[in-house]
């Protein structure tokens, strides 16, 4: 099946699967998000004091870990084939940290379309809702939860 350049609404189908490619999160990673948010809790920035910690070692903020699995989303195929047609994020729900991320894991996304609406017909777009899980290089589960997009219907003749 040849994958679809420019998915519409009407093209999305209860079951769709997507697997992003990986991405290992680095000291530098940490060490930027950081300074970008302000967040300078010790777990993240101080090795000493994280040695004492459950993981024994720093590990990646959550925020730092959803928005790089949110980077790696959107370098799919199929995020790719929605680009001309998702019109807006209009909720996350039940995001779940599950794992510490740490210093030289590698994680990927796998999301499927679980739910899918048009509640408004008279509107040009509808809901489609993506369960997105992050893993790691083990594939253990260390983030999911659920993406509330709106995406445009084909147009009306």
Do not use: C
């Amino acid at each position: 099946m040849e994958p679809l350049t420019k998915r519409y609404f009407e093209d999305v189908e209860i079951g769709d699967l997507s697997k992003s490619a990986g991405r290992t999160i680095t000291e530098a990673d940490i060490v930027n998000f950081a300074g970008l948010s302000g967040d300078y809790n010790l777990i993240h920035t101080d090795a000493e004091y994280a040695r004492g910690s459950i993981a024994g070692q720093r590990i990646a903020h959550g925020l730092l870990v959803k928005s790089v699995a949110s980077g790696l989303f959107t370098r799919t195929a199929y995020n790719q084939s929605l680009s001309e047609t998702l019109t807006a994020l209009a909720e996350i729900r039940s995001w779940k940290f599950k794992k510490a991320v740490l210093i030289g894991d590698t994680i990927h996304v796998e999301a499927e379309v679980v739910e899918k609406s048009d509640s408004r017909p008279e509107s040009d777009s509808a809901r489609v809702v993506m369960r997105r899980t992050v893993l790691n290089q083990r594939d253990e589960v260390v983030q999911s939860g659920e993406y509330v997009l709106l995406v445009k219907k084909r147009p009306r003749a």
